[in-house]
């Protein structure tokens, strides 16, 4: 059983628990009491000849039992209820701290929707298991035990014709809950579908326009609309089943009573008020009983949600530590050598980085080239450990980069991706997401160097304009300058830029590497790019082919050298002259 691994969660909170069972017997230990009194109340009315104050005092007792009894329940909740929701906080709490350790290469096997639907749908399965089943089940084992006991101490034979068509009130919610549950799954997971698809219509609202596909997404859409629909009545109908199935059963225990307790009194063997006694236990017993069944689908449910959950909790963390005293960003200097690198993605599939050897020096610019699809961001995705390499070492000032810890690899690095991501937050906390503590005019002056001073005063609220989400109203080269300004922020000792001209026009981008060169010439450097005027400022170029480094040296001397890179230079040049005719 997979319950067993969230013990140590519920152990740390055994004497809330136990203070909720403790509580949950006193409660039922006054509920079952009542019945004694409505049996003697209704035996001295049907004497016919009696004080009204003899029915009060007994009228008083089961509103007094009630009330009690009430009052534990509400004890019991306030303990177990409120044990399951701490739990459930923790287990969250540990789930998200766990995914935020895991590797990247851990987030392109499991999908975004499955690690919410883990956080949300699987957690919540575990609460309901600590917190209603538990309850439920304590609250069964004692309103059985004292029920039963008390029935038995009336009649024998009363007592186990009586309970006959209990299991079957198990028996039906175990088996409508399961059907319940199945569909309830699927209406969700249809809803899911339904509103993926419509986030995805409506934020890639310009390419349906673009291509006239309105018409299309929105058959789409009400296909799954009908589907929804269709999974609801399903669920619909077990639901409107579960309760009348339950009322029969009940009515034939009830009968049962009625008939056999009936014979009873009029034989004399039985008053009227012991078969009123047990027409009330019955009825005490019903949910309890029907809660068995209930429990018993709650605690599959949790079962796979925790087997689900720990596939992530026991995934093993490879956390290599360096040498402690060079752990401090502020004692590297920033130096970088790949030394016979090897890479690929897969096992199964071919090569990316096939021998990468080069040496970057502390606070020196190094330019990547090369065509699409060669292995430049892969480069970047194994010196910030987002992969590991399949042979061959990484050094970061010659410690290798398997000795240092990752968030200080981190740390070391602020990196402007291929594709930027900005959340659907100001520009301003945009940036700051590279430094938390700048203030407005920092992040201003960050924003300028990144060449974006012109953009903002299109923006009427300046720094503080929302980006709306994935930052929808920013066109791409102000979403790569933004990603480029909290990179400037973080005032990192390497900055990692891939490909951050690409939506760039070059008069900006002769703007941003003259800042870039200025302002940073104590910051290592790496730029990635597909157009030599990127990178051709830079104190070492090298030239990806296929995954091989064909060509390095510095401009002039691969300018000299006449080879691939002399041609791109070639076509850029000629580019830039067609351009100004
Ligand atoms: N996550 C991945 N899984 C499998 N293969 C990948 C993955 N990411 C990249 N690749 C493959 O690795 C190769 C190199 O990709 P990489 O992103 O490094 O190229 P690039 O030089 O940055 O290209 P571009 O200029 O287009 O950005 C490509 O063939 C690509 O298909
Ligand atoms: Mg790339």
């Given at each position: 059983m997979s319950l067993r691994k969230i013990y140590h969660y519920v152990f740390k909170h055994k004497s809330k628990l136990i203070w909720g069972f403790f509580f949950v017997t006193i409660s039922n230990l006054f509920a079952v009491i009542i019945p004694r009194f409505i049996g003697k109340a209704i035996d001295t009315i049907s004497?016919?000849?009696?004080?009204m104050e003899d029915v009060f005092v007994q009228i008083l007792w089961i509103v007094g039992l009630t009330f009690a009894s009430g009052l534990f329940m509400y004890f019991t909740r306030k303990k177990i209820i409120v044990v399951s929701r701490e739990i459930e906080y923790e287990l969250r709490k540990d789930f998200v701290g766990k995914l935020s350790k895991l590797p990247f290469s851990f987030f392109t096997e499991y999908s975004s929707g499955k690690l919410m639907s883990l956080a949300t749908n699987d957690i919540s399965a575990a609460r309901e298991f600590l917190g209603p089943a538990i309850m439920y089940t304590a609250n069964t084992i004692t309103t059985f035990v004292f029920a039963f006991f008390f029935m038995l101490s009336l009649d024998l034979n009363l007592t186990l014709l009586s309970i006959i068509p209990l299991p079957l009130i198990t028996i039906t919610t175990y088996l409508i809950g399961r059907q319940i549950h199945h569909n309830f799954k699927d209406v969700q997971e249809q809803f899911s579908k339904l509103t993926t698809q419509a986030q995805e219509t409506f934020s890639g609202i310009r390419l349906v326009r673009a291509f006239v596909q309105e018409a299309y997404e929105a058959k789409r859409f009400y296909e799954y609309s009908e589907d929804y629909r269709k999974k609801y009545m399903k669920l619909e109908f077990f639901q409107s089943l579960m309760v009348p199935l339950l009322i029969v059963l009940i009515g034939i225990s009830q009968l049962i009573v009625l008939g056999y307790g009936g014979l009873r009194v009029i034989n004399k063997t039985m008053t009227i008020g012991d078969v009123t006694q047990f027409f009330v236990y019955i009825n005490l017993l019903i949910w309890p009983v029907a809660a068995i069944g209930w429990v018993t689908n709650l605690i599959q449910r949790a079962n796979a949600s925790i087997e689900r959950l720990w596939e992530i909790f026991e995934i093993q963390l490879d956390e290599s530590y360096g040498e402690a005293e060079k752990?401090?960003?502020?004692?590297?200097?920033?130096g970088i050598r790949f030394e016979n690198v090897w890479f690929k993605y897969k096992h199964e599939l071919p090569w990316v980085l096939k021998g990468i050897t080069f040496e970057i020096p502390p606070k020196s610019s190094f330019g990547i080239v090369g065509g699409v699809g060669s292995g430049k961001s892969t480069i970047l995705k194994l010196l910030t450990k987002i992969y590991h390499q399949t042979r061959g070492e990484i050094f970061i000032d010659e410690i290798p980069l398997d000795k240092l810890e990752y968030n200080l690899v981190r740390s070391l690095f602020a990196v402007v991706p291929q594709e930027p991501f900005l959340f659907s937050i100001s520009i301003a906390e945009n940036v700051r997401i590279g430094n938390p503590d700048s203030t407005d005019n920092e992040v201003e002056y960050y924003l300028k160097l990144a060449g974006f001073e012109q953009d903002l005063q299109t923006f009427p609220e300046g720094i503080n304009t929302l980006v709306g989400e994935r930052g929808v109203t920013l066109s791409g080269g102000q979403k790569q300058r933004i990603a480029l300004a909290r990179a400037l922020a973080a005032q990192p000792k390497i900055l990692l830029l891939d490909?951050?001209?690409?939506?760039?026009d070059s008069e900006t981008e002769k703007l941003i590497l003259n800042n870039l060169f200025s302002h940073y010439s104590n910051t290592t450097k790496i730029i990635i790019s597909n157009k030599i005027s990127s990178v051709w400022f830079c104190d070492k170029i090298v030239l990806i082919e296929n995954g091989i480094v064909s060509e390095e040296g510095t401009n002039e001397e691969l300018i000299k050298l006449g080879g691939k890179y002399f041609r791109m230079f070639e076509i850029q040049e000629l580019t830039k002259e067609i351009e100004q005719e």
């Amino acid at each position: 059983m997979s319950l067993r691994k969230i013990y140590h969660y519920v152990f740390k909170h055994k004497s809330k628990l136990i203070w909720g069972f403790f509580f949950v017997t006193i409660s039922n230990l006054f509920a079952v009491i009542i019945p004694r009194f409505i049996g003697k109340a209704i035996d001295t009315i049907s004497s016919g000849n009696f004080q009204m104050e003899d029915v009060f005092v007994q009228i008083l007792w089961i509103v007094g039992l009630t009330f009690a009894s009430g009052l534990f329940m509400y004890f019991t909740r306030k303990k177990i209820i409120v044990v399951s929701r701490e739990i459930e906080y923790e287990l969250r709490k540990d789930f998200v701290g766990k995914l935020s350790k895991l590797p990247f290469s851990f987030f392109t096997e499991y999908s975004s929707g499955k690690l919410m639907s883990l956080a949300t749908n699987d957690i919540s399965a575990a609460r309901e298991f600590l917190g209603p089943a538990i309850m439920y089940t304590a609250n069964t084992i004692t309103t059985f035990v004292f029920a039963f006991f008390f029935m038995l101490s009336l009649d024998l034979n009363l007592t186990l014709l009586s309970i006959i068509p209990l299991p079957l009130i198990t028996i039906t919610t175990y088996l409508i809950g399961r059907q319940i549950h199945h569909n309830f799954k699927d209406v969700q997971e249809q809803f899911s579908k339904l509103t993926t698809q419509a986030q995805e219509t409506f934020s890639g609202i310009r390419l349906v326009r673009a291509f006239v596909q309105e018409a299309y997404e929105a058959k789409r859409f009400y296909e799954y609309s009908e589907d929804y629909r269709k999974k609801y009545m399903k669920l619909e109908f077990f639901q409107s089943l579960m309760v009348p199935l339950l009322i029969v059963l009940i009515g034939i225990s009830q009968l049962i009573v009625l008939g056999y307790g009936g014979l009873r009194v009029i034989n004399k063997t039985m008053t009227i008020g012991d078969v009123t006694q047990f027409f009330v236990y019955i009825n005490l017993l019903i949910w309890p009983v029907a809660a068995i069944g209930w429990v018993t689908n709650l605690i599959q449910r949790a079962n796979a949600s925790i087997e689900r959950l720990w596939e992530i909790f026991e995934i093993q963390l490879d956390e290599s530590y360096g040498e402690a005293e060079k752990n401090e960003p502020f004692a590297f200097s920033g130096g970088i050598r790949f030394e016979n690198v090897w890479f690929k993605y897969k096992h199964e599939l071919p090569w990316v980085l096939k021998g990468i050897t080069f040496e970057i020096p502390p606070k020196s610019s190094f330019g990547i080239v090369g065509g699409v699809g060669s292995g430049k961001s892969t480069i970047l995705k194994l010196l910030t450990k987002i992969y590991h390499q399949t042979r061959g070492e990484i050094f970061i000032d010659e410690i290798p980069l398997d000795k240092l810890e990752y968030n200080l690899v981190r740390s070391l690095f602020a990196v402007v991706p291929q594709e930027p991501f900005l959340f659907s937050i100001s520009i301003a906390e945009n940036v700051r997401i590279g430094n938390p503590d700048s203030t407005d005019n920092e992040v201003e002056y960050y924003l300028k160097l990144a060449g974006f001073e012109q953009d903002l005063q299109t923006f009427p609220e300046g720094i503080n304009t929302l980006v709306g989400e994935r930052g929808v109203t920013l066109s791409g080269g102000q979403k790569q300058r933004i990603a480029l300004a909290r990179a400037l922020a973080a005032q990192p000792k390497i900055l990692l830029l891939d490909d951050p001209f690409s939506s760039v026009d070059s008069e900006t981008e002769k703007l941003i590497l003259n800042n870039l060169f200025s302002h940073y010439s104590n910051t290592t450097k790496i730029i990635i790019s597909n157009k030599i005027s990127s990178v051709w400022f830079c104190d070492k170029i090298v030239l990806i082919e296929n995954g091989i480094v064909s060509e390095e040296g510095t401009n002039e001397e691969l300018i000299k050298l006449g080879g691939k890179y002399f041609r791109m230079f070639e076509i850029q040049e000629l580019t830039k002259e067609i351009e100004q005719e």
